[in-house]
């Protein structure tokens, strides 16, 4: 059921410590299918807006993602997506923006839980 799939994204968000408030939209479409939409703010004042457009009926399948993760300045530091803009990348349609929307790597289609691993890893991590 899609309501279940919402509390697991809810409890994702509680358990990020590194987070200190968010704003989440859930919209159910029919008993598997929904879009989620929103946004967390991290302790250092960066922040993801996030979408997922699911079905929850057989596993989770993801038709529509993306992660775009900025640092406090508004910059981006990552996006992951499934646009199907970049046909010449192993794994089209899924791949990942870094720093800048030209540099574009192929990507596996992540979850919220890795993403918010991604970031975790990124904010405990030294500055140079």
């Known amino acids: 059921m899609i ?3 919402f509390r697991k994204i809810e409890e ?4 990020a410590s590194f987070a200190h408030s968010s704003s989440v939209t859930y919209d159910k479409r029919s008993t598997y299918i929904g879009f989620v939409r929103g ?5 250092d004042g960066s922040r993801l ?6 079905n929850v009926q057989h596993g989770i399948d993801c038709y529509v993602y993306a992660y775009h993760y900025q640092n406090p ?6 996006r992951y997506d499934n ?3 970049y046909h010449g990348l192993p794994g089209f ?7 800048n929307e030209a540099n574009v790597v192929s990507a596996s289609p992540p979850d919220l839980g ?4 991604e970031i975790q890893d990124l904010l405990s991590s030294p500055t140079p």
């Open 114 to 117: 890795y993403i918010l691993s």
């Open 93 to 99: 349609p899924h791949h990942k923006h870094m720093g």
């Open 49 to 54: 807006h996030f979408r997922e457009f699911v």
């Open 73 to 78: 300045e508004g910059d981006l530091v990552f």
């Open 83 to 85: 646009s199907p803009h």
């Open 12 to 15: 994702l968000i509680a358990r």
């Open 3 to 5: 309501e279940d799939y």
């Open 39 to 43: 946004v967390i703010y991290f302790l």
